[in-house]
C-alpha cells in the first residue's frame, strides 16, 4: 500500500516541470548573475530580473520592490528586526501581532521585547481568525509595525490582510504579512497596498531553500528597513550573497505553473475537502478553524477520545499527516494556534492537520483513513 502525502503545508513535491528549468540553470546557464564581463553572468542576470518582475507583478509592485532571500522566515527577520533601528530612532516602539502566527513571526518579536519593544499579542476568536477591529482598536501614536500572517499554517484560516491594508495606508504603521502559506492560493489578498510581504517557494512546488520579501513603497518613500547581513548588499543592500540563480528561476516558474493551473487546483482541492469531511462524518470529530473563511487544502480536526500522536502512527502506512507546524512539531508541545483559540485541553492538545495538493491525491479513498480513527474511537 502506497503512503499518500497530506502534508503540504510542511512543504510541497518540487514540480517536475521546475526541476526541469532548475538544473538548466544548474547545469548548463550556470553563470553569477553578478558577473559582468561574459555571456553567462549577462544571461543569468536577465533570468533573475525577469523573475523579479513576473513575482513582483503578481503582488501589484514593480520590480525594484522585492528581494530574493533564502524563504518566509528570513523574509519574516528582515522585515520584523530589519524596522527595530527605524523604531528605536522614532520612538516608536509599540508592535501589535497575534497569537497564532508563525515562530518565524513569534520570536523575533519576542527579541525586540529584550531590546525594550512593546508587543501587544492578539488573541483570535474561537474558529481561528484574528479580527482586524481588534487591531485597529490597539493602534497608538507610536505603533511602528502590525504584524499579521495570511493563512494559518494550521488551521487555513485566511486572515483580514487585505481589510486591513486598505486601513493602515493610511496611517503611519507599517503593515507586514507573512504569506507563506497564501502566496498563489489566494493571489488577490496579497495585491492591496501591504508594506512588507514574505513568500516562499517550497509550499507551491519550488524547491526549499527560495522566497522573497515585497517592500513596498509608500509614494517614493521605500519601508525604511536596515540589513541584518553585509557582504556585497546584492539585493538593495538588504541581503548580501550570491544570487541562487537555479532557485530564482525556479521559484518564478513555479508561480507561473501555480497561477495557470489555479483554477483547477481550486477545484480539485475542494472536491478532495468535500470527500474527505464526508467521509470522516462516520466519525467523532471536531473542525478547528473558520470553514466558511479558509483555504480549501487545509484542514485541522481532533478526533475525540483519540490521541493525535498515536493516531499518526496508526496512519503511518496510509498516509502522511502532522499535527501541526513542521518546525515545532518535533516538541510535541501542544499547538500554540489551537490554545490561542480557547479550545478545550483535549481539544488543542490532539489537533490533527491535514493538507493536500489535488495532483498528489489520486486514488486516495478517504475510507482508508476512517478505517484507521475507528480502530481508536471503537
Not at 289 to 307: Q, R, W, Y
Request: aromatic fraction near 6%; glycine fraction near 8%.
Amino acid at each position: 500500500m502506497s503512503v499518500t502525502y497530506l502534508d503540504v503545508a510542511a512543504t510541497t513535491r518540487v514540480d517536475p516541470r521546475v526541476a526541469e528549468v532548475v538544473l538548466h540553470w544548474m547545469t548548463e546557464d550556470f553563470g553569477n548573475a553578478g558577473s559582468r564581463t561574459h555571456e553567462f553572468g549577462s544571461r543569468a542576470k536577465k533570468a533573475v530580473q525577469e523573475a523579479r518582475t513576473q513575482l513582483a507583478e503578481q503582488l501589484g509592485a514593480s520590480s525594484d520592490e522585492l528581494i530574493f532571500t533564502s524563504g518566509a522566515t528570513e523574509s519574516n527577520n528582515i522585515a520584523i528586526l530589519g524596522l527595530a533601528p527605524f523604531g528605536e530612532q522614532t520612538g516608536r516602539r509599540h508592535i501589535i501581532t497575534s497569537a497564532i502566527e508563525h515562530k518565524a513571526v513569534l520570536e523575533p518579536l519576542e527579541h525586540l521585547r529584550t531590546r525594550g519593544f512593546d508587543v501587544d499579542i492578539i488573541e483570535p476568536d474561537k474558529q481561528g481568525r484574528v479580527a482586524a477591529e481588534a487591531i485597529l482598536e490597539r493602534l497608538r501614536p507610536d505603533t511602528l509595525l502590525v504584524s499579521l500572517m495570511h493563512v494559518n499554517n494550521e488551521t487555513g484560516v485566511i486572515q483580514p490582510v487585505a481589510e486591513l491594508a486598505n486601513v493602515l495606508r493610511g496611517t503611519d504603521t507599517y503593515f507586514h504579512v507573512d504569506a507563506a502559506q497564501g502566496f498563489a492560493k489566494v493571489p488577490h489578498d496579497l495585491t492591496t497596498p501591504i508594506d512588507l510581504i514574505s513568500i516562499s517557494g517550497h509550499k507551491i512546488g519550488a524547491p526549499k531553500g527560495i522566497g522573497a520579501l515585497l517592500t513596498r513603497r509608500r509614494g517614493w518613500d521605500r519601508p525604511p528597513l536596515q540589513p541584518l547581513m553585509f557582504g556585497g548588499g546584492q539585493e538593495r543592500k538588504l541581503r548580501p550573497g550570491t544570487l541562487p540563480v537555479p532557485l530564482i528561476v525556479g521559484l518564478a516558474k513555479a508561480e507561473e505553473i501555480f497561477r495557470k493551473e489555479h483554477a483547477q487546483w481550486l477545484e480539485g482541492a475542494r472536491q478532495f475537502r468535500a470527500r474527505l469531511l464526508s467521509g470522516l462524518s462516520e466519525t467523532h470529530f471536531h473542525l478547528n478553524g473558520d470553514p466558511d473563511n479558509t483555504v480549501p487544502h487545509i484542514v485541522n480536526l481532533s478526533f475525540a477520545g483519540v490521541d493525535a500522536e498515536a493516531l499518526i502512527v496508526g496512519l503511518k502506512s496510509v498516509a502522511a499527516v502532522a499535527t501541526g507546524s513542521a518546525c515545532t512539531s518535533a516538541s510535541y508541545t501542544p499547538s500554540h494556534v489551537l490554545r490561542a483559540m480557547g479550545l478545550p485541553e483535549e481539544v488543542a492538545s490532539n489537533g490533527l492537520r491535514l493538507s493536500w495538493s489535488p495532483t498528489q491525491i489520486d486514488g486516495f479513498d478517504p475510507s482508508e483513513l476512517v478505517s484507521v480513527v475507528h480502530q481508536f474511537q471503537d
